[in-house]
């Protein structure tokens, strides 16, 4: 029977002791339901013992399959980042390559340019040397035409006092030689531009008015009246030389070449004299001779004073017309040509042994050889 223990004797099939016997079974009966409640509360106990060991089994086990899961998740995602790893290790080389490649190309480039370069400057040298030759040469013509300029110019006021073609010929020999690049030709501008301004002031001031007045005297000449015939002495003077002069009136006759007047003899010579005069006097004019312009007036002037009647108003006022063309005759004093000139050549000289010192070089080579020699 439940509740009761292994070795308790079985009851026996004997009639029920006597009444002195049932005292001592009611005795016995009741430890033996105590034992069997510990019994069943010990059972309960191991059960629920039991029950806990094996929830906490069960709960370990879920831990633990957790757990495999999470490290079964974590292996694959480590494997997955070792696939990736590779796959990133395979790239970094690709792209190690290609950086190699691509440094490889640039260095190419770099020489490539380097070549460039060079022969950029190398073409650059080739230009700046053909455009030296060039500036040289265009230089070399700008001078030649300068110093043919400015030898025209002398030439031209030497042989006929032209002052205002040579000043034209000075003006564009400073245009030329502004066009010169070398520095070293600047200060010559500076003696051109005062040898200029010494031709313009040197020239005659009014020369179209002068030749206007002088054509207006010209067409005035046949109308201007002749010195008249001497006329005899008076009646009333009494003097002693009056007196001589008409005793010896009749004996002797005296006439004047140079003081008498020409009407008698050909008025037309003496109109003729004046006027060549007047055209000598235009002609060193426009040769721009201002000697020969005043002498050829003063001679105009004693002619006018000799053979015309200075009595007359139109020949008071054709000799005050020559007196101002007179005084108007510009200066005597020739100007000084020919500094520039020299500064020139002596400027293109230097010039020249300074770019080509390689001639004096081998000239003095020789002359060391021979000096060694002896």
Request: no cysteine; aromatic share 4%.
């Amino acid at each position: 029977m439940p509740g009761m223990s292994e070795h308790e004797p079985a009851p026996s099939a004997t009639p029920a002791p006597a009444p002195r016997a049932t005292k001592p079974a009611s005795r016995a009966a009741a430890p033996r339901g105590g034992g069997i409640a510990l019994a069943l509360l010990l059972a309960l106990l191991a059960l629920l013992a039991a029950a806990y060991v094996g929830w906490r089994q069960w709960q370990q086990r879920v831990g633990v399959h957790a757990a495999v899961l999470n490290t079964m998740d974590l292996l694959n995602r480590v494997n997955a980042l070792e696939h990736k790893l590779d796959g990133l290790k395979g790239g970094n080389a690709s792209v190690a390559q290609r950086l190699d490649a691509a440094d490889q190309l640039d260095r190419t480039l770099q020489a490539a340019q380097q070549s460039q370069g060079d022969r950029l400057r190398q073409l650059e040298d080739a230009v700046g040397k053909l455009s030296e030759n060039t500036l040289s040469a265009r230089d070399a013509t700008l001078l030649d035409e300068t110093e043919s300029l400015l030898r025209m110019a002398r030439e031209r006021y030497e042989l006929f006092h032209d002052a205002q073609g040579a000043a034209t010929a000075y003006a564009l020999a400073a245009q030329a030689l502004a066009a010169v690049n070398d520095s070293a030709f600047a200060g010559l501008r500076q003696n051109i531009e005062a040898e200029r301004r010494a031709l313009l002031a040197s020239q005659p001031t009014g020369q179209a008015e002068a030749l206007a007045r002088l054509t207006a005297l010209r067409g005035a000449l046949p109308t201007l009246p002749l010195k008249p015939l001497d006329a005899p002495a008076s009646a009333s003077s009494t003097g002693a030389w009056s007196r001589i002069g008409r005793a010896l009136v009749g004996v002797v006759s005296v006439q004047r070449d140079n003081g008498a007047p020409l009407a008698v003899a050909d008025a037309r010579f003496a109109r003729e004299l004046v006027a060549l005069d007047l055209a000598q006097a235009q002609a060193a004019l426009l040769a721009h001779d201002p000697k020969a312009f005043a002498a050829a007036l003063q001679r105009a002037d004693a002619g006018f004073a000799s053979q015309f009647d200075g009595s007359a108003e139109t020949v008071q006022q054709v000799r005050n017309t020559l007196r101002q063309l007179i005084d108007a005759a510009p200066n005597n004093a020739p100007v000084q040509l020919g500094a520039a000139l020299t500064e020139l050549r002596n400027l293109r000289a230097v010039h020249a042994l300074s770019n080509n010192p390689a001639p004096a070089a081998s000239t003095a080579l020789p002359a060391h050889a021979a000096g060694a020699a002896r």
